[in-house]
């Protein structure tokens, strides 16, 4: 088994890049400590959040300096908070861990309504050590090292995944009720690669309907995006479902992009997105065409249209772990055409930030910080959605096991979706309550540590 070391960072939306060279001196009213003390750093720290830090005005007058950088900073965070976190690029120990990121999947521990407990790999990333080494969705996890999962040790015992470096798994497929054809498989520790997006081309009564499934949204996506909408504009897609369930976010630019291909009336001067920052930030609004242009290697607003497919309505399915970037995209389109939500409700990140680190040379400082500085709003100036954006349609991927694979035309929420623009079921929630969700492995916050 070939092992991977490397150490993958979840990341906050990025809105732009941006660094800092921070001068600790420039507050007279700020003590001073030696250079390289852990007091210093702390003291870098303070002065960065009290520059950028969306909550700024709710840090403490007084934190203690004697803290290890990371507690301090915590320190310093607002209640509100879920998401900002600092790590030190020397230290790979204090970079977030999840076993999404460690090994690349998630999985669901349910209760069924039979009072069974069963655990559902839902997503495998593809060339990750888990898909490497044979897990796939829909199978069924029976054994962690050997220990049966239960409803008493579920959230243990599968969180402990996340503290191990390589991890035994008993797993089998779900046949009649049950789970049938069990093996040991082992995972090892490493590193996944990026993510394709994937599309297909449903039909029916004449009808074309594109499906894209969309990973998360890294900076240099746009021409990918571009040839999956130039080929379902050449095969006459009417209309457009993106499934966004498990996309933590990433670049806003590259949501941007994807907004541009989608609505009819929009032009490079319609207003995407609106940043408001703390007294030091202030408010912030940019154009399609503006904000796609901080990915320098984006395709033009122009470029993008020229592959649009002129919609006025389209279907995206959620989840808890839809955020960031993926709920810009739902907010965001809400004023050039008809949003139809389908699935569970959002994670509840509306805000951005970018990276604030040391770029002295040499750099006198291996600490970088991931704070939120922006909330963001629409077109329309809505936003506030902290609490996650509802779904007009609720339906819930685990009503129907074993979990088929992702853009399968019987897959609970495609088949929701499908059933919404091909039949009488328009508007109907597919969502079954008798099954209770235990614990999920994929809660962005609890990614970063939070």
């Known amino acids: 088994m070939k092992k991977y070391f490397n150490f993958p960072l979840f990341l906050l939306v990025t809105a732009f890049v941006f660094v800092w060279s921070c001068n600790n001196n420039d507050d007279e009213n700020l003590p001073r400590f030696p250079e390289g003390s852990t007091e210093s750093v702390n003291l870098w ?32 965070l607002s209640s509100q908070d879920r998401f900002s976190f600092a790590v030190n690029t020397q230290d790979p120990s204090s970079y977030p861990r999840s076993v999404r990121n460690m090994y690349g999947f998630d999985y669901a521990v349910m209760q069924l309504a039979n ?18 080494s044979g897990l796939e969705r829909g199978m069924m996890i029976t054994k962690i090292n050997g220990k049966t999962i239960t409803a008493a040790n579920a959230e243990e015992l599968t969180s402990s995944i996340k503290d191990q470096t390589v991890i035994e798994l008993t797993v089998g497929n779900w046949k009649n009720g049950a789970v049938t054809d069990e093996k040991n498989i082992q995972v090892y520790y490493g590193y996944s690669l990026e993510q394709p997006v994937e599309s297909k081309i449903f039909k029916k009564n004449g009808k074309k309907t594109g499906y894209l499934y969309i990973y998360d949204f890294p900076d240099g996506i746009t021409p990918v995006l571009s040839q999956k909408f130039a080929a379902f504009k050449a095969a006459g897609v009417q209309e457009l479902i993106l499934d966004l369930r498990y996309n933590y976010g990433g670049s806003v630019s590259s949501a941007a992009a994807l907004c541009a291909l989608i609505p009819a009336g929009i032009s490079a001067s319609s207003s995407f997105i609106t940043y408001k920052g703390n ?24 470029t993008l249209r020229a592959n649009a497919l002129g919609l006025n309505k389209v279907y995206i399915l959620t989840s808890n772990s839809t955020a960031s970037a993926s709920e810009i995209v739902i907010n965001n389109l809400k004023p050039y055409m008809q949003v139809i939500q389908i699935g569970d409700v959002t994670l509840g990140k509306d805000m951005a930030g970018f990276i604030v680190e040391d770029k002295r040379k040499p750099k006198k400082i291996s600490w970088q910080l991931h704070p939120v500085i922006y909330k963001v709003f629409n077109a329309n100036g809505e936003g506030e959605y902290s609490n996650g954006i509802m779904p007009q349609i609720a339906a819930g991927e685990y009503a129907s096991l074993p979990l088929l694979p992702l853009g399968d035309p019987d897959e609970t929420l495609v088949s929701s979706a499908l059933g919404s623009i091909y039949s009488k079921s328009a508007g109907k929630d597919a969502l079954d309550k008798s099954i209770k969700i235990l614990f999920q492995s994929d809660t962005p916050s609890a990614a970063i540590g939070k």
């Open 45 to 76: 720290v303070q002065d960065s959040m009290r520059r950028y830090y969306y909550w700024a005005d709710q840090m403490p007058a007084k934190p203690d300096y004697r803290l290890p950088v990371k507690d301090f900073f915590k320190s310093l």
């Open 115 to 132: 009072g069974n407990v069963v655990t559902a790999i839902k997503l495998v990333l593809k060339n990750s050590p888990a898909f490497n």
């Open 279 to 302: 007294k030091n930030g202030g408010e912030v609004k940019r154009t399609f065409a503006q904000q796609i242009t901080y990915d320098p290697n984006a395709l033009d607003f122009n």
